[in-house]
């Protein structure tokens, strides 16, 4: 049903390449070209988030860089189902299936919500729980409103978010494995600190998961 509902959208909203904007058939991850290069690159990377496991399908940078940031900040979410089949496949391989009881996010402030009008991360969290058969759950709130952590210096980016999110309800994630989804990881220090905020209620276990990492620009201590 989604595969025919997506090529009907198609027929008004072509679908293009998230890497490169060509054209592309409805369903399609990528057009040729774009497929056959990223996948050659395509290696899990194993990263981290300031003591949590975490994976990204990629390097920050080149096409899936130009790529994430259309889908940020240029309405481009036709890119999430492409993305989160790459994303998917690694999820399945690096923690294997039936891993995780919930699939959540890392949640924007209200006001930079309705000024984008769509969080990118939570549309994947979405996705992927379709794709993996993984119940998804709001589970956090920001409440503070912060600078944007890419324009910080790395020092700042410690403090940066400190006391920005709280649990939404602490019943719901108590003893459960918890796979959080966010675009980027870089320092590690957003996803660190949503994944710290929610292990305050007690889950199992608390996983990561990204399209990319930036991570070889930061101290490696952040990778595990």
Known sequence: MKTFLRQVTALIFPERCPYCSDLIEPCEIACEHCYSEIRRK????????????????????????????????????????????????????????????????????????????????????????????????????????????????????????TGAFEVIDKELIKDKRILLIDDIVTSGYTLGNCAKKLSSAKPELICCATIASAQGKYPQSTVI
Do not use: W
């Open 42 to 161: 395509h290696v899990p990377l194993k990263s981290g988030a300031r003591g949590f496991r975490c994976i990204s399908a990629f390097v920050y940078g080149g096409k899936v860089r130009r790529m994430i940031l259309r889908l940020k900040y240029f309405d481009r979410i036709q890119y999430v189902p492409q993305v989160a089949e790459l994303m998917a496949d690694d999820i399945r391989s690096a923690y294997g299936e039936n891993a995780f009881d919930l699939i959540t996010f890392v949640p924007m402030h209200e006001k930079d919500l309705k000024k984008r009008g769509y969080n990118q991360s939570q549309l994947l969290s979405k996705a992927l729980s379709s794709l993996l058969d993984i119940p998804y759950q709001d589970t956090l709130r920001k409440i503070k409103r912060t600078k944007k952590q890419h324009r910080l210096k790395y020092a700042e980016r410690k403090t940066n978010l």
